[in-house]
């Protein structure tokens, strides 16, 4: 919202020494964000004078026209300039601006020769002197306006301050004149004139024009008023060009600009008909399926069933509350003409000026709010303007259908302002306070508050109350912060998956969150059989992609995205995990219940709908490919293998306490796994996860590098962690033996060391496998697996009687249970 300073002051008794400071913080205090505030006498520098033609002389043998001019400037010798405009003649008085001074935009004026003569400053125009887009002849004052040698910045309105606010899009009253000045009013405690407060004729039976207003929601209110035998060549009144080009808005006509100028001064916009190029009455109607309108910039558009049209016999002529019609529009001959002032539904018109990318001023207005009360008046000023300067005859009739509701009533606890804001506000205050917004209180406890209709804004009790510390002064709110209620901080899960997070990092691994969506074909991507049940995944209606609108049901495909997209950027050695959820739906085949929303609804309802909710589990995830441990100058490196992948999964299972001995490492097939590199993780014997080396098929779709592994587990599915007690620190000295067995290729290493650990009893400290060993020598389908033992007694040191007692009781229950043999026994 641009304006100027003089015209604020029409509507508002402003302090006289106002400095530009004051005005930026007032403003700012009253919730407009200033964007700039500029002193239009400062844009010129040096001598910008008045000038009276004395002589002129034409310059001949160029390509253009060219005058020599002598200028009284009030000095006492002529000033002699060169100029290429003709619109002035001999005894005209002009603006010049003298040899040291400087235009808008830093164009410099100095003396120099041109044309074969002396120029001595320049004669300017509106364009030069930033006062408007005329650039075809320089600015002619009127006669006796002033002496030569005055200062031509008053002359000209370049003595005045031109302000730039940006407003919120809940205020748009503050979009005017009229709202900012009566904003002012409230900052400054000074008088305020409403410039809609005019007399203005009421609504007669007989109409200027037939009008049918067929939907009373999209325009609620729809007042018009007809102008005859105006001249068309009438050009518009100085005061109102400038204030137009001040507020950055291009002059047309004077109709037209008639129109800008109140949308500006009362916020009301509004548009002008040539009422003889209307056919037959006009009708306020939605756009039917089909209908197109040529708007004012040329443009042919289809409409939508929403959009808001005023039609006439032939069809749409308007875009109603955006744009005009080609078809109706002023004409440079048009002499009758139908003023049009409406009120529209705001909601209408913002998805209108975003459907059709036509945001205009406004329809900027219309989707913040406009008063609906001020349509007659603003039809009166503009009648009034138009045929002071038009000439014309304005009918005395008035339409005015207005199907406007009225606002309602708050009801606002007196005390809420002061709980909310943590200041004291007396009642009466609250009143006070409420009643220069314009709202009418009435009542106690609590207050009855009627909001003024120019404030659309006010709907609830909190809105009242931000206008009681808005107008109370934000100044005056302590910068403190409010009091934090207790909690219980983070939960279980919430520590489960930062302990998690942080033992992942802490191992080397690098954290990334990536988007929950896939594309359907994910899953044959990565080998899911047809009936596996992660295939089932929720589509969204409205996906950020249409080529990604699933739902992940494991964290897998955009986890091996990232793998594959820095594979691209030239990254090779990569170790990467994501926490996050997985969205697995029910499989049913019922919809939801609809639910209403004029009542709760019932338990059985809420159940229903949440049934088909998806469960949300939340996921681990690894990948790897490349080196786990680097080459060098110290030797070859290490590839990343299936047993990285299995033992981050242990990593994160002891990170979220479980015990080693509750964790179970087993062979399984599972996609997108190598079913011969595949690990089932089970955690008291109920599976939570996989982890292994990809399948080669899956890796040549991926396009990712052979042997690359990945591991997926369910953090939920991890059973709560037990509370331990800590054990004490032995003192005394380890035992250390090593025990090879041999057993069958099928048993699972882990399980072995679970069955050691329980027939080694108390003593055994840990356990540990350190040599897998097959040969044929062993037998055919056995295998040699080695593990060092190491016990240790709190209070003593344990004699080799007792270590041999404790490895032959473990080595007894492992042979128990699986047929195991020490090795060379």
Known sequence: MKTSLSWLRDYVELPAGLTAEQLDSALTDLGMEVESIVDQAATIKGDLVVGKVLTIEELTGFKKPIRFCTVDVGRDTPQEIVCGARNFVEGDLVVVILPGGELPGGFKIGARKTYGRNSNGMICSARELGLGDDHDGIVVLPAGVAAPGTDARPVVGLDDVL???????????????????????????????????????????????????????????????????????????DWMRRRLTAAGIRTISLPVDITNYLMLELGQPMHVFDLNRLSGGLVVRRARAGEKLTTLDGVARALDAEDMVICDDTGPISLAAVMGGETSEWQPETVDVLLEAAHWDPVMVGRTARRHKLFSEAAKRWERGVDPTIALAALERAVQILTAHAGGTADERVLDIDHVAAPSVILLDPALPAQRIGLPYPADQVIDLLGQVGCRVTGSSPLEVTPPSWRPDLLAPIDLVEEVARLGGYNDIPSVLPPARGGQGATAAQRRRRTVGRAMAEN???????????????????????????????????????EEPLLRTSLLPPLLATIKRNLGRGKRDLALFETGTVFLPPLVTTAPPMLGVDRRPTDEEWEQANAIVPDQPWHLAVALA??????????????????????????ALAASGMDAARVTVAAAEQAPWHPGRCAAIAVDGTVIGYAGELHP???????????????????????????????????????????????????PSAAVETALAAGAGELLETVALFDVYESDQLGEGKKSLAYKLTFRAPDRTLTSEETLAARDAAVAVAASRFGATLRGA
């Open 163 to 237: 302000v730039e606010v940006e407003i919120t899009p809940d205020r748009g009253y503050q979009m005017s004149l009229r709202g900012m000045a009566r904003e002012l009013s409230y900052a400054f405690s000074a008088a305020y004139t409403d410039p809609a407060r005019i007399e203005a004729p009421a609504a007669t039976t007989d109409v200027p024009h037939p009008v049918t207003v067929e939907d009373t929601v999209g325009c609620d209110r729809f007042a018009a008023r007809v102008v005859r035998g105006i001249d068309p060549k009438a050009p518009s009144p």
């Open 508 to 546: 080397g691994y690098v954290e990334v969150l990536s988007y929950p969506f896939v594309a359907p074909g994910s899953a044959d991507l990565l080998g899911y059989p047809a009936d596996d049940p992660r295939r089932s995944a929720v589509r969204l209606s409205n996906p950020l992609s249409e």
């Open 626 to 651: 490349g080196e786990a441990e680097p080459s060098g100058w110290w030797g070859g490196g290490r590839p990343a293998g299936w047993a990285d992948a299995v033992q981050a999964a242990r990593i």
């Open 697 to 747: 098929a899956v890796v040549s779709a991926l396009e990712l590098p052979k042997r690359t592994c990945a591991m997926e587990i369910s953090l939920d599915a991890i059973p709560p962690a037990p509370v331990v007690q800590a054990k004490r620190i032995s003192t005394f000295p380890p035992a250390l033996i090593d025990v090879a067995l041999v057993l069958d290729r099928s048993v």
